[in-house]
DNA sequence: CATGAATGAGGTTTCATTCAT
DNA sequence: GATGAATGAAACCTCATTCAT
């Protein structure tokens, strides 16, 4: 696995170092990012009940109260984390389809590769394993990111393959379940990646998505188009 | 307290026999998967941390004090949890490939089926999100579900694509991330489950698991195998 | 002063030991009324906010979690401290009244006297002083000890009055603003008791109430009763 | 921190004068008794230990920084509260008795009528509230008080009393808790007010007043003098 | 002078665990 | 075996106090 899940001490020491010196006022702009990373990175690795304030405080590399100033409670750091992992996440996926020419087949990878590069594969791919694990304590969080960014992401899926099935790259297809189909194996990426990183399970993402892309457009394909 | 408070490897090793002969306890009659039961469905909803002792026994109708006349710690608990729900997983997926005799087609679909039908649908479905959220909390126990259930589920749909291969039934694969991008799909069926039930997203899981072998067998065929 | 205000080190010493061997059955029930008596002492002693619950399970011989065994919260265990205070003054208050005979000279000493013998003397004085303290944190609380305790009180000395005015003991006088000013003095008397008893300013209630009282009903006879 | 957290007993000798020189600090404009000003009716209505020092510092629209470039710590402000609160009650009741040629009878409803107009009904009343509510925290600062005023009080009424009895006026009584009993009315008039003031006791001062002077010098008054 | 971000000791509250009954 | 009252460590949270700006 090539990407770090959880900073290393180092990072910490640097990230500690490369704010010390800032002046006061910029310091209070970039707080509460700051706090929302550390929270996310013991959100993640823990769960929500089993990260202590004080660890997130410690990462963070500022007091206990200072939590406090920024986020109400231990609830709201946890809204805020979800929040912010999800507005660039929205941001990205729009991105994506905006004006597309090519062909359906080449959407959908771009789709697939541009989710795992902006989202999957970055700090905010912890989001996802978060919301997974805690949605059924935090029901109005659950819903929020259902409406905001399952249904989002599924209505783009949801253009690729209409796309490809009108224009007759793609066979006629239940076109609902095939966008869960095809979003499963992503976020089992990112799960597989803060689940069973320690244990021997080395998945290699790059493999592992050219892989779902080639039976995905092999399977949507109709027969006669494949040589 | 006479046990030291974390496992040790050594009852991670018994994980699989532990709700045979639970240590220094006897158990003959119901009253522990009773418990583990309502355990089960407690941590599945709310996580392990955040679940109480105090819910638990309020859910098996029995008082507090009474769970550790049977589990030493809440953790002793969970690790029974998981187990009970293991075991039987562990043998239904062994019955799947016993002198299997038609085609890697139909097998494959077999052992889709079978494990949604024995595993997925089921209470023990719950034990596959557990797991997933408190892996990192518990990595001997996620070794342990690691080795035993991951390899060996890995294993069975590896005797599959092979076969398959070999056979000429289907194109030359990686394998390996082949059987990560197959179960996947299976795992989020659950996690789906789990997770977004309360929100509109309802899956069909009969539906779906068609779409996903309909996507992955025609993936898998080579281009002259289709009509 | 002739009344230790606060438990004396004695007192608690022997409260341990009184209640040290007796069953658990009976614990439980004595339980409430031991912490509510604790939490009076201090709550009066120091105020709400500043009484801290360590102090208050010390004091009762029970540790800090044994109050949330009983009381939801802080200020559920203060809202009982004033309802177990109040009930029994209630009681007290309503015996006096009932089917009096005599003058209303002597029924107004009797109320006087009744008053300070069975509530501003004993420990249920301190929730006067509690009250006073404490009700604007606590409207509720303070609504319901005017309506319950307050209102019903002055009914008390209201009938007595009305009953001298009509037969010609007392002169003709303004019934409401007479009965606050009798009150006031009973009221100053508990004050005084837990407010500055440390300083030199030992008032003696007897000869105090006597003063009142004296006082008291020589300015509501007539001239022409007077000899 | 450069002072000790108790106050010595040189601060409380301090306190009457403390206003004038603030240690350390200099107050040419009006800012320290605007700071006490909203202090005193914050620790009025909540009590000392429920105020927040942010919450004085709004309401007296400062940064809570501020207050403590005028006062080293909480208590410190608190005592400055009450000091600011003594020195004009003080010089107020010494210009009562001053020479005064008038009878006993109207030197008594002068100081009554008096203290409620300069001191009773005034912010400064909240002082007794607030003196009422955490002597027992500030035992020093009660002690003061009670030299200071109580005394300096009663040794007023004293005199009023002594007159009345000596120039025939005033029946013998035992003044010392005469004393007393005069002036618990006045005090509980200020303790209505700050309360029971939100529930629906309304108490009218000024008859309130009447009535208690009616009945005190009626009950003063030696019999053969009532007509 | 004035600010308000930051601190951390100390408070309330929770809950896994124990043990007398 | 079963109970549930009791415990106390540890969590969340508050707020008096400090200090760089």
Request: aromatic share 8%.
């Amino acid at each position: 696995m090539e990407h770090a899940v959880s900073c290393t001490s180092a990072d910490i020491a640097d990230l500690a170092n490369a704010t010390e010196r800032l002046p006061r006022r910029r310091r209070k702009d970039a707080r509460p990012s700051e706090l929302t990373a550390a929270a996310l990175d013991l959100f993640v690795e823990k769960g929500f009940a089993a990260t202590r304030l004080d660890d997130i405080a410690a990462r963070a590399g500022v007091s206990k109260g200072t939590l406090y100033l920024y986020f109400d409670s231990k609830e709201t750091l946890f809204k805020a984390v979800i929040a912010e992992g999800i507005v660039p996440a929205l941001a990205a996926a729009e991105q994506q389809l905006a004006d597309y020419q090519g062909s359906a087949a080449a959407l959908l990878r771009s789709l697939l590769l541009g989710w795992w590069q902006q989202i999957g594969s970055t700090r905010m791919g912890g989001v996802v394993k978060l919301i997974i694990s805690e949605s059924r304590n935090f029901p109005d969080v659950a819903q929020y990111y259902h409406d905001h960014v399952i249904v989002r992401g599924r209505s783009l899926l949801r253009s690729a393959l209409r796309r490809g099935i009108d224009n007759g790259e793609f066979r006629k297809m239940d076109v609902e379940s095939c966008i869960d189909v095809i979003i499963a194996p992503l976020l089992m990426l990112i799960i597989w990646r803060y689940s069973f990183c320690f244990c021997g399970n080395d998945i290699q993402p790059d493999a592992y998505i050219d892989t779902h892309f080639d039976l995905l457009i092999n399977g949507l394909m109709p027969p006669e188009a494949r040589t």
